[in-house]
C-alpha cells in the first residue's frame, strides 16, 4: 500500500511548488519538518514516500525505496536497478503534471531529492521535455550510463550539494557527477559541505533556501 505524499501548503497565494524526494528507507516525513521551516509563503511542498520494494544491497528486506540499490560498489556497472529509476521518474513527472490542476506550470515547479531521491530528480531533469523551475540535488549522483542522456543544453538552475566527509554516496562520486551534468546543464551550482557525512546541516538548508527564493521570483 502507498503512502499518501506529506503537503505543506503555500501560507498565501500558491504561485510555485517544490516536490522532494527522500533517500532510501526513509519517508516523506523525514523532510518536510525541515522544508517547513525554510518554506517561502508562496511555496507548496510535496513530499512523496516511496513505495515499499526489496533492497538488494540490504538482503533482499522491504522498504521505501524509489528503486533497487544492489551493489555498493561505485565502479559497479549494474549497481541501480534502471528500470525501476524509469518508473520514478515517470511517477515524478506525473506530479509535476498534476499541478498544473492548481494552475502551477513546469515551469514554477521544483524538484529535487536527497540521496536516491536526488538521483532520479536529476534523471528526471535531463530526461523531461519541459522546463523546470530549479532541481535540488543533495548528496546525490546521476544514475545508470550518462550516454543514453539526450544532448539538449538544459536553463534550469540547479543546486548541487554534497559533503566531503560522505561515507555513502561518495564525495567523489558527486565530483563525478557534477563533470557529467556540466555537459548538459547552464545553470549548475556545486557547493561542499567540509565534515558532512550523507545528511544535511542548517548551513545547507539555508542555502537550499536561498536557492529555491533565487529561483522563484515571488508572483
Known amino acids: 500500500m502507498n503512502i499518501p505524499p506529506v503537503i505543506l501548503n503555500a501560507g498565501k497565494k500558491h504561485t510555485a511548488t517544490l516536490i522532494f524526494l527522500h533517500g532510501l528507507g526513509d519517508t516523506g516525513l523525514g523532510w ?3 522544508l517547513n521551516t525554510i518554506k517561502p509563503d508562496y511555496l507548496k511542498v510535496i513530499c512523496p514516500t516511496a513505495p515499499m520494494q526489496p533492497v538488494t544491497i540490504n538482503g533482499g528486506a522491504a522498504m521505501p525505496a524509489w528503486y533497487d540499490i544492489r551493489s555498493l560498489d561505485e565502479k559497479d556497472e549494474d549497481r541501480e536497478d534502471l528500470e525501476g529509476v524509469d518508473m520514478s521518474v515517470d511517477y515524478l513527472m506525473n506530479i509535476v503534471r498534476g499541478e498544473k490542476q492548481h494552475g502551477i506550470e513546469p515551469n514554477r515547479v521544483m524538484i529535487g531529492g536527497f540521496s536516491q531521491g536526488g538521483a532520479v530528480s536529476l534523471r ?17 549522483y546521476l544514475p545508470g550510463d550518462s550516454s543514453s542522456l539526450q544532448t539538449k543544453q538544459i536553463q534550469t538552475p540547479v543546486f548541487q550539494a554534497h559533503g566531503d ?3 555513502v554516496v561518495s564525495y567523489q562520486r558527486g565530483l563525478q557527477t557534477n563533470q557529467i551534468l556540466q555537459k548538459y546543464l547552464l545553470n549548475l551550482q556545486f557547493v561542499t559541505y567540509p565534515g558532512m557525512g550523507h545528511e544535511a546541516n542548517l548551513k545547507e538548508l539555508d542555502d537550499v533556501k536561498e536557492f529555491i527564493e533565487k529561483s522563484f521570483e515571488e508572483k
Do not use: I, R, V
Open 124 to 140: 528526471t531533469l535531463l530526461a523531461s521535455s519541459e522546463t523546470l523551475g530549479g532541481c535540488l540535488a543533495l548528496s546525490c
Open 165 to 167: 566527509a560522505d561515507q
Open 32 to 34: 518536510a519538518g525541515a
